[in-house]
């Protein structure tokens, strides 16, 4: 969909080997915040287990009383988009070009019973989908009994095997409310299995949640309130006078980080003055987490609710950003952590219900996890390379959770959904270079070859197409002017 001038011939030859996702009429929204969700590190291997585990807790309440609705929708919408990473995994191409384009349609109907809003094939609002996904998925439960996926233990020795015997815990699923065994008995032999599992946690809190803290002051009495909330997305306003032309890293921490007066018709009701005055509000960040969204609001509803107006202000857009959660924004050496940008979804189009929604990644995203995962599978054993130990890894992206080149273990076993629903780059991405960048100096500037870094490795998702491009490109895109092309949603995640 974007324009051919912003990217050369020669690099969009390059094939990338990623499965590509159809088209089903009106359907770019959900796809790409799937092409999104498939490149956030971590995120296809933590749901790979977290699907295991419900399918065991399936099979462990068969004949038993059925589940709610809700939560039975929630299982089949957790399976239908593991499902759906499966099927991306097995038609990617790897050395060559990928199969068919996959239909997502098994999971827009799945979307569709959990939450009717999106039944239908009428165009919908990217990021509303993204936040009902990320909050139904944080709020997953599971009680009871569950037999772990895992390969035979080690003897555990005798003190720890007491504990647990003592204890009569079993490893339950995401925010368990209830730990025992049925019946108040263990079935033989899983005792020894659960010990070596780590209990299983709620990636999606872990990863996408974070805790603000809204703070009010009373502009007559001084007196201060407090309140904390956890958030999955941080809203960004995008209007700016002409002279707040800021550095993309200053825009952004200014426009997260600025107060708001109350007053007029939205004052606010001080408890110690007993009336409304006017206050001013601030809001900082407590925890932000690894995976921190950003949404540019673009779009807004008139007074009259009658349509939604789209804003088309340009705002810089920061391919790395420092951390501003509270303990780092306090620390007098500077910053601990910082944020690159992975992905982002652009939205094109004048107006929300006309528009067209892609997705640019970054295609060196698959992280440490499954090289360091504690609950290991088999592995398909043609993604193995009997010539060299480091063989499965020119399969996937290298990790970007550090800047310099990670030190796999190879000994170490890895996990077996790496072959189940990862991601498989064409390996020539980071073996070829890509041509010359168009412009005035393209005579004389050469792309910097792909092998020797990471981040020129993107990728255009735009529905069936998926086309190779550079850090400078995209870097173009995000600078273009264009009234009708913009950024909506950034994602950054954590990498130090």
Not at 130 to 147: F, M, P, R, S, Y
Not at 220 to 234: A, G, L, Q, R
């Amino acid at each position: 969909m974007m324009n051919g001038d912003l990217s050369s011939d020669s690099t969009r030859s390059l094939s990338p080997g990623i499965s590509s996702l159809a088209n089903l009429g009106n359907t770019c929204f959900l796809n790409s915040v799937l092409y999104t969700l498939r490149f956030t590190p971590g995120f296809c291997h933590n749901l790979h287990h977290l699907n295991s585990d419900l399918q065991n807790r399936l099979k462990l309440e068969n004949g038993k009383p059925k589940p709610d609705e809700d939560r039975d929708n929630l299982v089949d919408v957790i399976h239908t988009l593991h499902h759906l990473f499966q099927k991306l995994c097995n038609s990617d191409g790897y050395k060559g070009d990928p199969k068919d384009p996959v239909l997502p349609s098994a999971l827009l109907q799945s979307i569709g019973r959990l939450y009717p809003l999106f039944e239908g094939n009428q165009q919908q609002d990217a990021h509303e989908l993204l936040v009902t996904l990320l909050t139904h998925l944080q709020d997953v439960k599971i009680t009871g009994d569950l037999k772990p996926e895992v390969l035979p233990p080690p003897v555990e020795d005798k003190k720890s095997k007491k504990k647990n015997q003592q204890n009569g815990s079993t490893n339950n699923l995401i925010n368990a409310l209830d730990a025992n065994c049925h019946n108040g008995t263990e079935k033989p032999g899983l005792a020894e299995l659960k010990d070596t599992i780590p209990n299983p946690c709620n990636f999606v809190k872990e990863k996408f949640v974070g805790i603000g803290v809204m703070r009010t002051k009373c502009l007559e009495c001084e007196c201060s309130t407090y309140k904390k909330e956890e958030f999955t997305n941080i809203d960004i306003p995008i209007q700016c006078d002409d002279d707040d032309e800021e550095s993309g890293y200053n825009f952004f921490i200014n426009r997260i980080l600025a107060s708001e007066t109350l007053r007029d018709v939205n004052k606010y009701w001080c408890s110690e003055c007993s009336r409304l005055n006017e206050a001013q509000r601030t809001v900082s960040y407590e925890v932000l987490p690894s995976v921190l969204v950003l949404q540019l609001k673009r779009f807004t509803t008139t007074s009259s609710r009658a349509f939604v107006s789209k804003l088309t202000d340009y705002i810089p857009t920061p391919l790395i950003m420092d951390c501003f959660c509270q303990k780092c924004r306090e620390r007098p050496g500077g910053p601990i952590h910082k944020y690159r940008l992975y992905s982002v979804i652009l939205h094109l189009g004048a107006s929300l219900a006309s528009g067209h929604y892609i997705a640019c990644v970054r295609a060196g995203d698959v992280n440490l996890d499954y090289f360091q995962c504690r609950r290991p599978g088999v592995v398909d054993p043609t993604l193995r390379n009997k010539n060299t130990k480091r063989g499965i890894l020119k399969m996937f992206s290298k990790s970007n959770s550090t800047p310099t080149e990670p030190q796999y273990n190879v000994s170490n076993p890895v996990c077996g959904s790496i072959s189940c629903c990862g991601l498989k780059l064409n390996p020539s991405l980071t073996e070829e270079r890509v041509g010359s960048s168009n412009g005035s100096d393209s005579g004389s500037r050469q792309s910097p070859g792909l092998v020797s870094d990471q981040d020129d490795i993107w990728l255009e998702c735009d529905d069936e197409q998926v086309s190779v491009i550079t850090r400078h490109q995209l870097e173009d895109l995000l600078a273009s002017r264009q009234s009708t092309t913009t950024p909506y949603l950034l994602f950054y995640n954590r990498i130090c």
